[in-house]
Nanobody, 121 residues
Framework: QVQLVESGGGLVQAGGSLRLSCVAS????????VAWYRQAPGKQRELVAR???????NYADSVKGRFTISRDNAKNTMYLQMNSLKPEDTAVYYC???????????????WGQGTQVTVSS
């Protein structure tokens, strides 16, 4: 069984920072298409940041210059560093990845359970 578990959310004042982590566990062969999404109350889930197949990072316009996506392959962990947070960043943040399990030749898409980020003004 493969799981993605996020952590690092919380309450922070505007202008502050948070670092979200997402650990993948289970019988994993490889992790690809790593991304972070968020969903604010009453809104659709939106892409925040992702790694392209070429390894470069893409960001939503609303977070460019403030958020940074990274990963530690040795730890099966991905991160989202969020700086200069704004009240409009308040949402549940989800990690997402395509993961190939050991002894298989295909990938499945997985979501974490989400972590709440609340930015007060």
């Amino acid at each position: 069984q493969v799981q993605l578990v996020e952590s690092g959310g919380g309450l922070v004042q505007a202008g502050g920072s948070l670092r979200l982590s997402c650990v993948a566990s289970g019988s994993i062969f490889s992790i690809n298409a790593v991304a972070w999404y968020r969903q604010a109350p009453g809104k659709q889930r939106e892409l925040v940041a992702r790694f392209t197949s070429g390894g470069s990072a893409n960001y939503a316009d609303s977070v460019k210059g403030r958020f940074t996506i990274s990963r530690d392959n040795a730890k099966n962990t991905m991160y989202l560093q969020m700086n200069s947070l704004k009240p409009e960043d308040t949402a549940v943040y989800y990690c997402n990845a395509n993961i190939r399990r050991r002894y298989t030749n295909y990938e499945n898409n997985y979501w974490g359970q989400g972590t709440q980020v609340t930015v007060s003004s």
